[in-house]
């Protein structure tokens, strides 16, 4: 399985960005998938998750500036950002949660990260 974000880049304070992220490989289902960064000397931090059913989870560093959402037939899910600040600079990494099928043989709650994609906010 395979995570492969895009759409980072550098954007002026008060821009937006649109991340896109695609599952490929062994997947049989995905239960969530989601969006974590990591700001420079500091932890990940969630960003946003959606999950099966359609919830969804925001960080409240991010709470009202962003959406997420997800397309189960593509295995993508968007991260839109708006109201971009500095504080928001960091590598943007996809997750999901989700169950392969390998030579016949169902694997539940694997969990997976992409690469990451770089998120510059300045001016």
């Known amino acids: 399985v395979q995570l492969v974000e895009s759409g980072g880049g550098l954007v002026q304070p008060g821009g937006s960005l649109r991340l896109s992220c695609v599952a490929t490989?062994?997947?049989?289902?995905?239960?969530?998938m989601g969006w974590y960064r990591q700001p420079p000397g500091k932890q990940r931090e969630l960003v946003a998750s959606?999950?099966?059913?359609?919830?969804?989870y925001y960080g409240d560093a991010v709470e009202g500036r962003v959406a997420i959402s997800r397309d189960k037939d593509k295995n993508t899910v968007d991260l839109q950002l708006t109201s971009l600040k500095p504080e928001d600079t960091g590598i943007y990494y996809c997750n999901a949660d989700l169950t392969t099928l390998k030579n016949g043989f169902l694997s539940t709650g694997e969990n997976y990260w992409g690469q990451g994609t770089q998120v510059t906010v300045a001016s």
């Open positions: 959606i999950h099966a059913a359609g919830t969804t």
């Open positions: 490989g062994s997947i049989f289902s995905i239960y969530s």
